[in-house]
């Protein structure tokens, strides 16, 4: 086949999956389906908390903290997915990423009030993330398994899901103290 031939059957196969996701939306994981409303809820829900919770004196760095969880998360879930390692099949919508609600708005939020948490009292975030990335991996991966939120193939556990959370926190963590530093060194100069 000519580079032509196989960017033409690409982009074939790509709108034959569009479609596909456009159908199984409309008949399995529309505005009728419990789906998604979940998904709805898994938006609203964990913003709400942020907005009462957030302290609103480090708002920036908090943000920035999730900014990078969020970021680092769904690069790497439209990696898995990509690669058919992961599916969501009930997604928000089918104009939108699959995984948006969790990749997008429940692991950032829930690792900002835990960076919030473990920076404004002293506590150790390594040991605290390690436990809220098992809560996430082996409970709601668990679950969302067990009501077909979450597909996995080529091998891929929920131990997999465990040590990316634990990655993506740590280097989100590393990465916002790196810019705190960087700022408050840019502060002191004449």
Known sequence: MSEQEILQTIYDLKEKVSDLRIEHWFKYSNWETWYFWFNIMSIIIPLAILYFKIDR????????????????????????????YLIHPHGFT???PIGITVTAVVLPVFFMLLYQYCTNRGKNFYLY?????????????????TVELLIMYKGMKLTHIFVIDIAVAYFAFWVTKLFIKIKNTTLKKP
């Open 57 to 84: 004196k480090r708002l920036f760095e908090i943000c920035f903290f999730g900014f990078i969880v969020h970021v680092t998360w769904s690069n790497i879930d439209s990696i898995l997915s990509s690669n058919n």
């Open 129 to 145: 993330t390690i436990i809220l990335s098992a809560l996430f991996a082996y409970g709601f991966g668990y679950w969302s398994k």
């Open 94 to 96: 089918h104009f939108l």
